[in-house]
C-alpha cells in the first residue's frame, strides 16, 4: 500500500496541478494526488454545490468525490421530508448540514460547530450557497450537558476531527442542545445528528427535554473506542436512557440499511439511530 501512494504521489508531481485535481475528484484512490494545503473551489458537491476545498483536511479530500460519508448520507435521503427541521451537532465543515438543507427546502437546519477555525470553513461554504444558506443557522459553540467552557482540541493526525474531552487548548463556550433549541423556538425538531467524539452522552443528556417533546431521529456516533477513552460503556448508559423515554436503536449499515439492535451493550456499527417506538415500524426487515 506504501508503494502504491509513493507511486501515486510521484505521478503527482509529474503532472498539472489541474489535472491532479481533475483526477482526485473522480477516485478515491487518486487523491494523494493533491498535496495538503491546495486550495480551490469544487463546483459539484451532491451534484450542484459550491464547496471551499483545503486538501489539508480529509472531510474536505471526501468531499471533493461529490458527497461525504456515504452511509450517512443515504440514510439522510432515505429519511428527510421537505419540512424538516434538523440540528447538526458535531457540523464541522457543513458536509452533512449541505446534504439536510438541500434535502429539506421547507424546513431549517442548526449547525453547530465550536472550532474557530472550521467554523469559518462552514460559514464559507455556505456564503458560497445562497440559495441554503437561508435556511441554515449557525452556532459557534460546543454542546455538553451543562453550560460552561471547555477545551478545543484538533487531532494533529486528522485535521478538522476535534474534541471537548482535553484539558488545555483552544477555550470554547459550550450549551446544551435544550439551550439551543430554546434560543431556536422552532415548532419542531425532526432529526438530531450528533457527533461529539465521545461526548455523544453528554449532548444527549443535555437535550432531554426537546427529545422528549419532539420525539426526534437521533442519529449518532457509537465508535467503540470511545469507551475506551472514556472508562465506561458510553453507548450502554446512551442506550439506557433512550429506552426509558420510549426509543428503540437500529444499527446503521453499508449505504443507510438499518439493523435493529435489541442489546443495550452491542454495537453493531460505528453510527447508529434511535427512533421513537411510535416511528420505528417498517424502518427494517
Request: net charge positive.
Amino acid at each position: 500500500m506504501k508503494l502504491r501512494h509513493w507511486l501515486i504521489r510521484r505521478v503527482g508531481d509529474c503532472l498539472p496541478q489541474q489535472v491532479n485535481v481533475w483526477l482526485a475528484t473522480r477516485s478515491k484512490g487518486l487523491r494523494r494526488l493533491v498535496q495538503p494545503g491546495k486550495e480551490f473551489v469544487f463546483d459539484r458537491y451532491l451534484g450542484e454545490l459550491l464547496v471551499a476545498i483545503d486538501t489539508t483536511y480529509p472531510i474536505e479530500l471526501q468531499m471533493m468525490l461529490g458527497r461525504y460519508d456515504r452511509d450517512s448520507s443515504a440514510l439522510i435521503n432515505r429519511l428527510f421530508q421537505a419540512d424538516w427541521v434538523s440540528i447538526d451537532v458535531g457540523a464541522n465543515v457543513g458536509a452533512l448540514t449541505l446534504l439536510m438543507a438541500l434535502r429539506s427546502p421547507q424546513g431549517a437546519v442548526a449547525a453547530v460547530e465550536p472550532g474557530p477555525l472550521i467554523c469559518s470553513r462552514l460559514r464559507r461554504n455556505l456564503q458560497l450557497n445562497p440559495s441554503l444558506a437561508k435556511r441554515v443557522h449557525v452556532f459557534e459553540v460546543g454542546i455538553a450537558e451543562k453550560r460552561g467552557r471547555l477545551f478545543w482540541n484538533e487531532d494533529p493526525n486528522n485535521r478538522g476531527n476535534a474534541g471537548l474531552l482535553g484539558s488545555s487548548g483552544t477555550s470554547v463556550e459550550v450549551l446544551t442542545l435544550d439551550d439551543i433549541v430554546d434560543g431556536m423556538s422552532p415548532s419542531r425538531v425532526d432529526f438530531l445528528k450528533i457527533d461529539v467524539e465521545g461526548m455523544e452522552l453528554e449532548a444527549i443528556t443535555g437535550g432531554l427535554e426537546t427529545i422528549k417533546r419532539f420525539r426526534p431521529f437521533i442519529y449518532y456516533e457509537t465508535l467503540d473506542a470511545f469507551n475506551q477513552i472514556r472508562g465506561f460503556d458510553v453507548h450502554a448508559e446512551i442506550s439506557k436512557m433512550l429506552s426509558r423515554i420510549g426509543y428503540r436503536r437500529f444499527a446503521v449499515m453499508r449505504d443507510g440499511r438499518l439493523a435493529a439492535v435489541e442489546d443495550s451493550g452491542v454495537t453493531k456499527s460505528s453510527n447508529t439511530l434511535a427512533v421513537p417506538i411510535e416511528k420505528a415500524a417498517g424502518l427494517c426487515p
